[in-house]
Every structure is written in structure tokens, then in C-alpha cells.
């Protein structure tokens, strides 16, 4: 334990934090008490709230860290492939792992996000979770205007519209593929994979140039 005390409190938070993530994945959020964190993370109750003096800034925690590591996928996707539709291909596919991977953390950055920050309660994690999802959507800007640009997308696009309703569709698929793929397997006749690439292809020809050849 005294070897433990020495490491810094961003270890032990992490830890924590770890410990409850796995937790809430059994449990549910609201099913899971401190008390179980803290025992299952072999710290005391006393010592836990002296990293998060509550559930929910715990929660705010993890919410940041999923919506982190999301920005993170998105800009190694879009860093791979030269045309749009490759780059486009990249991040779906870059989504799809992350769900497969992380789908506690994938399910916590499709939630609501804290966007009133005129008032002195809001936590810290609150508001940089705010500003990496700014920066998610700066990046997918950025790939909708280098499309246009490149003529490889219709140039009266709106973009923040298709922004959001492209995370929309585009999670639907990934979750609707998840949790139907016996049924999608059985009744489309098709694979999750296929099922996925066809959704994707889909949504990617409602903003494309149809003059663009292999649209």
C-alpha cells in the first residue's frame, strides 16, 4: 500500500476509473453504487472521493476520456487514403472498430454533452469534453470541404447538418448492426460486414457528386 501511495493521483484516478467502467458495464451506471467501486478498485470509500467526490464526476471523467479517444480514431482515419471516399471509408471503418473495442466508451460519446457553461457548477471535464467534440466536428468540416473542393461532393452541401446527421445514420448502423447481426444474417442473407459497407456506401451517395465517377 505504501508503494501505492507514492503513485500520482492521475494513476489512482485512473484506476479507478478503469474499475468503474468495467462495473458500469455489468451493472448500468445508475445500478452501480461508490461503495462498489471503491471496494472493487481496492481502495476505500474515504480514499475515493478524495480522486471523485462523486458518481457523476466520475462518469464526466470517463465521458471525456470516450470522446478523447474517439478524436483520436477520427484523425488516424483521415490521415490514411488520398480521395474522399477513401478517407470517408476510413473513419466508418475506424468507428466500427471502436464500437467493437470500446462499446462502453462508444455508447457514453453518442450521449448528451453539457453545452450551458454560464454557470460556475459545470465540471472541467464537462467542458473540455465540449471542445473535443468541437474538434471532432472542425475535422469532419474539414473533410466535407476538401470533398467539395475536390468536386468529389455536391457543392450545396450544409454542412453542419450533414455533420450531425451523419453521426446520427452513421451510428444507427453501427449499433443496428451490433445488436441485429444474427437476425440481419438470417432474414437479409447478408453478413454484418456487408450489412455495414451497404449502409455506409448508401449514406456516402447522398452527399456525393453524381457527376463523380465511381459514385
Not at 99 to 123: K, M, V
Not at 155 to 160: E, K, T
Request: glycine share 8%; net charge negative.
Amino acid at each position: 500500500m505504501g508503494r501505492r501511495k507514492k503513485e500520482p493521483g492521475s494513476v489512482h484516478r485512473q484506476n479507478i476509473a478503469a474499475t468503474a467502467q468495467r462495473l458500469f458495464m455489468q451493472k448500468g451506471i445508475e445500478g452501480t453504487s461508490m461503495n462498489e467501486i471503491a471496494q472493487a478498485s481496492g481502495y476505500s470509500k474515504a480514499t475515493l472521493y478524495v480522486y471523485f467526490k462523486n458518481k457523476k464526476e466520475l462518469v464526466g471523467f470517463l465521458v471525456l476520456e470516450s470522446m478523447e479517444m474517439l478524436y483520436e480514431h477520427i484523425l488516424d482515419a483521415l490521415k490514411t487514403g488520398t480521395s474522399t471516399k477513401e478517407r470517408y471509408n476510413h473513419i466508418c471503418q475506424s468507428l466500427v472498430a471502436y464500437q467493437q473495442e470500446y462499446p462502453f466508451y462508444f455508447q457514453l460519446a453518442l450521449g448528451e454533452i453539457n453545452i450551458d457553461f454560464t454557470r460556475t457548477d459545470f465540471l472541467p471535464e464537462e467542458l473540455e469534453t465540449f471542445r473535443t467534440g468541437e474538434k471532432i466536428n472542425d475535422a469532419m468540416r474539414q473533410l466535407i470541404q476538401d470533398g467539395i473542393a475536390a468536386g468529389d461532393l455536391r457543392a450545396n452541401i450544409p454542412i453542419l447538418p450533414t455533420i450531425f446527421s451523419f453521426w446520427g445514420m452513421m451510428s444507427g448502423l453501427i449499433m443496428t448492426a451490433e445488436h441485429k447481426k444474427a437476425y440481419i444474417e438470417q432474414t437479409i442473407g447478408i453478413p454484418q460486414e456487408e450489412f455495414l459497407s451497404y449502409g455506409f456506401w448508401t449514406l456516402y451517395r447522398a452527399i456525393a457528386n453524381p457527376d463523380k465517377e465511381g459514385v
